[in-house]
């Protein structure tokens, strides 16, 4: 999606919708309030769809606004770019206009190739890992960032928008039976499990030691931690549930996703439990009906459905059943050094395979401000621009001599939803200016960065011995 103001030319996306919802140009002319010609010169291409328009669209007819801009899929772009900067390639820097090419003409040849040269960099780079994992550590951090079963798993909910709504039906239905928006939750939760023949314990952190939960088959005992705040503890126990009653679904799920390692198996398998017991403690209908009441307001939504900010915050960017879209929000945590542990994306935004985020998104700012939240306007090199807030918060645990770690979380969502949050009240969006970020310094090449890190992964680099700059690093261009 462009920034606000920016127009965009979508005539055959345009005409295909059109064609699929059976209507004459003059029939969707007026149903999005327009005229019929200005219909047919969008879909000539004569004419460009401005960003009122497309909010239209998505409003009219229940689409993501992804769906008709950028059109292509930005992370497959991201990756497709990310590759193609490989040095061992030799390709050299290319148009963007030449990949936009590529990828708007053959997307599935581009998604190949990403996995092809995916397999090809571990091959080349796990002997060396193996044989000293200190020997490179920028060949290790990229080895990781496409070996890991983890990115199988999470390359599987981008696909489908991060909404998984077999098991958001059932949890809404297991919400609604239990009375969890009359009854106290914790209560309710237990004794749903009781139903199972199993007790909740709340036991002391040098009982647990590092653990947080345990199951004990043979007591049929679910062993919390009393280091897990209230929010964390219903939600363990929504995780127990989601293993005891949506083993089949979940299972289906494992299946249909034909995942090759064992591991990415396995962690689907958590992630899908953790996902079911969020959409349990947030039924779908409520939970967005509350959103877009309280305008997004995280902190809010936390105090209502007694979550966290980090797990009301992750929810709100699954809110993606058919004919009941939420914002199409991107969600990431990061920890100080930068390093993502958690990234999910019901819209387009892209994330990086490997490395750490740009240094100029406020995500990192927000450290600074011990759990107050910040808001951000940031565009992308290919031009889109997003809303985004940050805030931190505190991981489960702590005490004395062993403080809780600090995270951050970022949340946001194209620029065009910003109205239809709270955190956006008296910013004028369309005279802010926003801040130019990259998916991070290896692939950005946006010259003249005071925060830059490292030099892009394929640029020479350009030293003048006699200068020196705001800069460190100084690139060839172009």
Not at 12 to 36: D, F, H, K
Not at 284 to 291: K, N, P, Q, V
Not at 332 to 338: E, K, S, Y
Request: net charge neutral.
């Amino acid at each position: 999606m462009a920034a606000r103001g920016e127009k965009l030319i979508i005539g055959q996306r345009l005409r295909v919708l059109r064609q699929s919802l059976g209507l004459t140009q003059a029939q969707m002319a007026t149903e999005l309030g327009v005229s019929a010609s200005y219909i047919t010169l969008i879909e000539s291409d004569q004419r460009p769809a401005s960003a009122r328009l497309l909010m239209r669209l998505a409003e009219v007819y229940d689409l993501n606004i992804a769906e008709l801009a950028p059109s292509t899929d930005a992370q497959l772009a991201a990756d497709f770019a990310a590759a193609l900067k490989d040095p061992g390639l030799g390709a050299g820097p290319l148009p963007r206009a030449e990949i936009e090419a590529v990828l708007q003409a053959s997307p599935r040849i581009a998604a190949a190739f990403v996995q092809l040269h995916e397999r090809h960099h571990e091959a080349i780079l796990r002997p060396q890992a193996d044989d000293n994992p200190l020997t490179d550590r920028d060949k290790v951090e990229a080895l990781a960032g496409t070996s890991r079963p983890v990115d199988a798993v999470r390359g599987w909910f981008y696909a489908r928008g991060n909404h998984v709504d077999p098991l958001d039906r059932d949890a809404e239905a297991l919400a609604e039976s239990l009375g969890l928006h009359r009854n106290e939750p914790h209560i309710a939760l237990s004794a749903r499990l009781g139903a199972h023949g199993i007790r909740t314990r709340i036991l002391p952190a040098q009982v647990m030691g590092d653990q947080l939960r345990r199951y004990d088959p043979h007591h049929k005992e679910l062993l919390l931690s009393e280091l897990l705040g209230q929010s964390s503890r219903r939600f363990q126990i929504g995780v127990m549930l989601a293993r005891l009653e949506q083993e089949a679904a979940i299972s289906a799920l494992v299946e249909e996703a034909a995942l090759p390692d064992p591991s990415a198996r396995s962690l689907m398998r958590v992630s899908l439990a953790n996902y079911f017991a969020a959409a349990l403690l947030m039924p779908y209908g409520r939970f967005l009906a509350a959103c877009e009441s309280a305008r997004y307001d995280v902190e809010l939504l936390g105090h209502r459905f007694g979550t966290s900010f980090e797990q009301t915050a992750h929810r709100m960017s699954t809110l993606q059943r058919p004919n009941a879209r939420g914002i199409p929000f991107f969600f990431v945590r990061v920890d100080r050094a930068g390093n993502i542990s958690k990234r999910f994306s019901a819209g387009r935004f892209p994330f990086s395979r490997f490395g750490g985020t740009c240094p100029l998104w406020n995500i990192h700012a927000a450290f600074e401000t011990h759990e107050q939240v910040q808001t951000q306007v940031i565009r992308m090199p290919e031009g889109t621009s997003y809303f985004s807030i940050a805030r931190t918060v505190a991981r489960t645990g702590g005490s004395h001599g062993a403080p809780a770690q600090r995270l951050a979380i970022g949340l946001g969502c194209d620029v065009a939803y910003a109205p239809r949050l709270v955190y956006a009240d008296g910013i004028d969006l369309e005279r802010t200016r926003p801040v130019d970020i990259g998916l991070n310094c290896y692939l950005c090449e946006r010259s003249d960065c005071a925060a830059r890190a490292h030099a892009p992964i394929n640029r020479r680099l350009k030293v003048n011995e006699r200068e020196r700059s705001l800069a460190i690093f100084r690139f060839e261009e172009g």
